[in-house]
């Protein structure tokens, strides 16, 4: 008999070369970029000459390219960056709720974060999934946010991610009530600071909704979604696979027996930790005093989505394991007939698994938005620039806020033209 060494050994290069053959199989590219699905604009036709990230997707082969299962493991389970540490802040809602904001800082700036001018640096929000956990994928974004220059904080919602629950009132799916007071304070923190905002996965639907109550009046620049989930009730209604179903089961069983003394007496405990499904989970939470319809109809993240106002970057698979195919679960209609929504489809990369070369690396996706932001912004600045203004050449782009009349401005020294066809215009909502 082989040594147990041996035997693993054998099966670890037996499991090596059958990837390989499912390499072959799935035909993946060396060097495929991604496809830009969006209504033919000026801010389109800029992102796509200067998003050099575009292009470059899947330019080293690796074999885990063709397992979007073990890449969606990776970056909603993997470690944390433990470059990143957090400093938390506790905001008491308007009904005495509490959510949480966690305020990155890499280790050199732990000492001085009291001291520095929060001011001088634009604020990333993030939104992480619903199921409450920050996951590798966020922890990964706050890191390379913080090397370029942002100032990333986390979004909390109640009772998750450590945060105390203080009533009984848990946050339904779209809801935007919550995020729109910590928006609030974020601002009344850093005054004239952009605002950016990614959501992830479950996450993304809360930040479509809050864009679409709020409209022109969001207070962000731009915003970012990684595999968002655009159709929530059908995808509760369906069931993901089973693998993510049972996975997601045990994880909101978890959370909640946090708080089953104090909530077992508003909620039916027993139907939540026997239920076998997602949506039996959402219905016993949310739906004891309205009917699943109507919980859906006030909770939709695409109910009021032609009230957007902001440039919206979304990034999806193809091979996503927990949303199913690209032609039954993206509304391809919205991004072909609204300016301020962009796609990219990606042959590979699984449920927020975008990985840039080995699944201990840097994620493709992270530098895709943080480019998309950059742009966006250097789009508009060009917009408002007088005519016939140079502008610096040889440099890249680069995010730099200075103090200007009415507070925070943005300025960048990223090179481009000026031509006069640029007509974007940020009223624009339907």
């Known amino acids: 008999m082989l040594p147990w060494a041996g035997v693993l050994g054998f099966l670890l290069l037996l499991i090596f070369l059958c990837v390989r053959v499912w390499v072959r199989k799935a035909k993946v590219p060396s060097s495929s970029g991604a496809q830009l699905v969006c209504k033919p604009s000026a801010l389109a036709a800029y992102l796509e000459s200067q998003c050099q990230a575009l292009k470059s997707l899947c330019e080293a082969s690796w074999p885990w390219r063709a397992l979007p299962s073990l890449q969606t493991l990776a970056s909603m389970m993997g470690p944390l960056d433990s470059r990143v540490h957090f400093v938390r802040t506790y905001l008491q809602l308007s009904d005495e709720g509490l959510v949480a904001l966690d305020w990155a800082v890499g280790p050199a700036q732990q000492k001085r974060r009291q001291t520095s001018t929060i001011c001088s640096t634009p604020v990333l929000l993030l939104v992480p999934n619903s199921f409450g956990k920050v996951t590798r994928n966020i922890s990964k974004l706050c890191h390379v946010a913080l090397l370029h220059g942002y100032h990333p904080v986390v979004f909390n919602r109640r009772g998750q991610n450590g945060c105390p629950l203080s009533t009984t009132a848990l946050q339904p799916y779209g809801d935007p009530a919550d995020l729109r007071e910590a928006v609030r304070y974020i601002r009344s923190q850093c005054p004239g600071a952009l605002l950016f905002a990614v959501g992830e996965s479950t996450g993304a639907g809360l930040l479509f909704s809050y864009l679409g109550e709020c409209g022109s009046s969001s207070h962000l620049t731009a915003a970012g979604c990684i595999s968002p989930i655009f159709d929530p009730r059908g995808w509760f209604e369906a069931g993901c696979p089973w693998l993510w179903q049972q996975l997601l089961l045990m994880s909101q ?17 027993d139907r939540f930790f026997g239920g076998q499904s997602l949506r039996e989970l959402e219905e016993v939470l949310f739906c004891q005093a309205q009917t699943w319809d109507l919980y859906w109809e006030r909770n939709n993240p ?43 489809l990606t042959q590979g990369g699984g449920h927020c698994g975008f990985f840039k070369e080995s699944l201990g690396g840097a994620f493709w996706s992270h530098e895709v938005l943080l480019e998309f932001f950059h742009s966006t912004v250097d789009f508009l600045l060009t917009e408002d620039k007088p005519k016939g203004q140079a502008k610096k050449r040889g440099a890249r782009p ?26 974007w215009q940020r009223s624009y909502t339907h």
């Open 253 to 269: 069983k978890v959370w909640l027996s946090r708080f089953a003394t104090v909530l077992g007496e508003v909620l039916p405990l």
């Open 398 to 423: 680069v995010l730099k806020v200075t103090q200007g009349r009415s507070g925070c401005r943005q300025e960048s020294c990223c090179p481009h033209n000026t031509p006069d066809i640029y007509s």
């Open 302 to 344: 695409l109910r009021d989505v032609d009230e957007v106002a902001v440039p919206v970057l979304c990034i999806c698979s193809q091979d996503d394991p927990m949303c199913g195919a690209p032609r039954d679960t993206l509304p391809f209609e919205l991004f072909e007939t609204n300016p301020y929504f962009f796609l990219v």
